[in-house]
Structures are given as C-alpha cells and as structure tokens.
C-alpha cells in the first residue's frame, strides 16, 4: 500500500527559494550598512523560519539595535521579490500532478511567513489543496513543533493512517518525528546526505519521481 498522503516542506524541498532569500536578506543588510552573506551562507543560515535566518545575518542578532528596521525591510523586499528566481526543483511538478491523479492528498507546511507562503504555493502547485507558514498568532507553533502537521492532516480531514512526510533538513526529520509521521529526506535540497545523516535521517530519494516509488512504512 502506497502513502496516501504527503505532507511537504517548501523551501528547499519543493522550491529553489535559495537566491531570492538571500537577494532579501543583503538587500535589508545593506540598506543598515551591514556586510551583505555569501549564498553558501545563506543556505547554512535557512530551515529554521525566517526570524532566525535574520538573527543569524544580522551582526549581534536579535540584540542589535536595528534589527527590527532590518528584519522589516527584509519582509518587505521578499514579498515584492519572491518570484524573481524561484523554481520548482525539476521533476517536482510532474511528481505532485502525478500523485494527484493518483488520488494522494497533498499539503505544505513551511516555516515562511504565511503569506509568501499561499502565494508560493499558489502560483505554483495548484494540486497542493492546504499550505500553511508561520502561523503562531492562532497558537500554531513553528516546526519542528507538530501543530502546522497537525493543522494540515485536520485541514485535510485526514488522519496520519499513509501520511508522510517530506523535507530535506534536520528541521523537517525532527518535524516529522515529532508528529508520528514516516520522513523521506530529500538529496537536492539545501542539506547534504551526510548532514542529515547525522541528524537521524533514515530515508532518502535523489529526484522526485521516486515520491512515487515509495510504499508505506511497516514499522
């Protein structure tokens, strides 16, 4: 019996959102005259919601006096620019068109702001029915916490009974531990094999036609 029901992650797993985070957060850094980041280093800095991306951009963090300023004319930007180099990571959407037609529910759950969140999902994967970003205002607390699982599956109105979940961090791995859920561990996000290995990582897929290849776990 295949899974019937994939919960995913966005960035990193089903979008390359990689270069317009990083655009957002330099373009916030150097209106503050702050050093701008490397895209490898932005790519260390995601997966953790984009309060903490900032936090660990911004010189001193949460504790520096702008950082507010910062944190909004980085929201700001994103918003606007979203688009401007985000894909879907190849075979992605055939991937989710196929598991449609299969009958599979679909789900995203990210730690992006809420709002880029739907408009991501929407202007890209119409079959994706629920999408869900930082939500703590209604008391949905961020991943790894369970609860954007939880919202989803009642949103859905599904059970965990051949749900998975799918992400490509160590974020996603203790997401889906935390909410009883199986994880598959994607390979051309933005955490290699041997990272995620040593966060607990079990199950891995190398391109998203294997999302179909994959039976329910027994154990």
């Known amino acids: 019996m295949k899974y019937t029901t994939y919960i995913f992650d966005l960035d990193g797993t089903l979008l390359d959102t990689l270069q317009d985070l990083a655009d957002a957060v330099n373009h916030a850094l150097r209106q503050y005259g702050m050093p701008p980041h ?3 280093e932005i790519r260390s800095f995601v997966g953790n919601g984009v309060q903490l991306l900032m936090e660990r951009s911004v010189p001193d963090g949460a504790e520096n ?10 929201r700001q930007y994103y918003m606007e ?16 068109r196929e598991l449609k037609r299969q009958g599979c529910r679909l789900a995203v759950v990210s730690n992006k702001m809420m709002a880029a969140t739907k408009e991501l999902v929407a202007h890209f994967f119409p079959e994706i029915e ?27 109105g599904v059970d965990k ?19 009883g859920l199986p994880c598959i561990s994607v390979l051309w996000g933005f955490r290699d094999r041997d990272f995620l290995l040593a966060h607990g990582a079990t199950t891995f897929i190398r391109h998203p036609r294997e999302l179909l290849d994959n039976e329910k776990a027994t154990s």
């Open 38 to 40: 490397s895209l490898d």
């Open 65 to 74: 006096a702008d950082f507010e300023a910062v944190f909004a004319a980085f």
């Open 81 to 96: 620019h979203s688009l401007d180099n985000t894909r879907p990571y190849d075979g992605i959407p055939e991937a989710l």
């Open 130 to 156: 629920v999408a869900i970003g930082e939500h703590e205002a209604a008391g949905i607390r961020k991943k790894p916490a369970p609860d954007t699982v939880d919202e989803a599956l009642r949103q859905l």
């Open 161 to 179: 009974d051949g749900a998975v979940y799918v992400g490509d961090s160590d974020v996603d791995y203790q997401t889906a531990c935390n909410s």
